[in-house]
């Protein structure tokens, strides 16, 4: 009987097929099953991609004081109010009036969104790095005011992180009684009554060192209370609710128990003899 002829050639290319579709499949041309688990990646946004963005000019200032400052958009658009500026923008004007604010808080700002912070810079251990251009002793409050304009540009801005960092930077800033009417007048006037994150601070700090300060600075305090009453009533305010701890601690001391004061009672007692009803 005669053997049945087997194909080799054809075997072994059946062969090849099943390997090279299995190189295939690993190799990523068929799906594996495991695209719905991998991650994705979102894209960094890298300082090159800022610096390709569009230059905006600011214009600070008017007539003779007038000042134009420039940056790219790209880092001015981390702030809301400048991404609502830039809608308006076109090639023929690519300029945003800011002439109502203040040329160096407004640089400190544009140093910041550059570089992630301002001069003076925060050094480490929380102090700042020296400003040769501020007097010492600093009866002007410059330093103060300095930190303070960041601020109030920062709210205004829509930038919470600058804004911590000025706050924090007031902090660390040393000053003189002078200086610090100098600063408190600044916030009182500029800032919002509602805006007890910096407003708070300050009458604290006159609320507890007034009986000093104000023998240093009373004309300045003097003024500071007339011009703004709202000050005054907040530094009166915090000296009666420290006056009324006090006495309550002292009550506890001398009778042991804790005690409200009570009101005296009216009675027929401290009416004067004789004196009734007709």
Same mark, same amino acid.
């Given at each position: ?6 194909? /080799? ?9 099943? /390997? ?35 230059? $905006?000019?600011?214009?600070?200032? *008017? ?13 001015? *658009? ?7 500026? $830039? ?21 400190? $700002? ?22 040769? *251009? $501020? ?6 409050? =410059? ?43 600044? =916030? ?46 907040? =530094?009166?305010?915090? =000296? ?39």
């Amino acid at each position: 009987m005669v053997d049945p002829e087997v194909d /080799v050639e054809t075997g072994q290319d059946e062969e090849m097929i099943e /390997v090279e579709a299995t190189e295939e499949a690993a190799n990523g041309d068929e799906p594996t099953g495991l695209e719905d688990i991998e991650p994705e990646v979102p894209e960094r946004t890298t300082f090159l991609d800022y610096l390709r963005s569009p230059i $905006v000019q600011l214009v600070l200032g *008017t007539g003779a004081n007038k000042e134009i400052l420039s940056a790219h958009q790209a880092l001015l *658009t981390q702030s809301p109010f400048f991404t609502s500026a $830039v809608t308006s923008l076109n090639d023929a004007n690519r300029r945003i009036d800011l002439s109502s604010d203040d040329l160096h808080a407004t640089a400190s $700002v544009l140093e910041f969104l550059y570089k992630g912070d301002y001069f003076p810079t925060l050094e480490a251990g929380n102090s700042l790095a020296y400003d040769p *251009t $501020v007097a010492s002793p600093d009866d002007e409050g =410059v330093a103060l005011l300095r930190h303070a304009r960041v601020y109030t540009l920062a709210q205004r801005f829509g930038l919470p992180t600058l804004a911590q960092m000025a706050h924090k930077k007031i902090h660390l800033t040393q000053s003189t009684a002078k200086g610090e009417i100098a600063y408190a007048r600044f =916030v009182y006037k500029e800032t919002s009554p509602d805006d007890e994150n910096i407003r708070k601070p300050v009458a604290a700090f006159w609320a507890t060192r007034s009986h000093v300060l104000r023998h240093e600075a009373e004309k300045e305090f003097k003024r500071m209370c007339l011009e703004f009453p709202q000050f005054g009533f907040d =530094v009166l305010s915090l =000296v009666l609710d420290a006056q009324e701890k006090r006495s309550r601690r002292e009550e506890v001391q001398s009778s042991g128990t804790a005690s409200g004061r009570k009101r005296q009672r009216v009675s027929s007692a401290i009416v004067p003899p004789g004196v009734g009803l007709k």
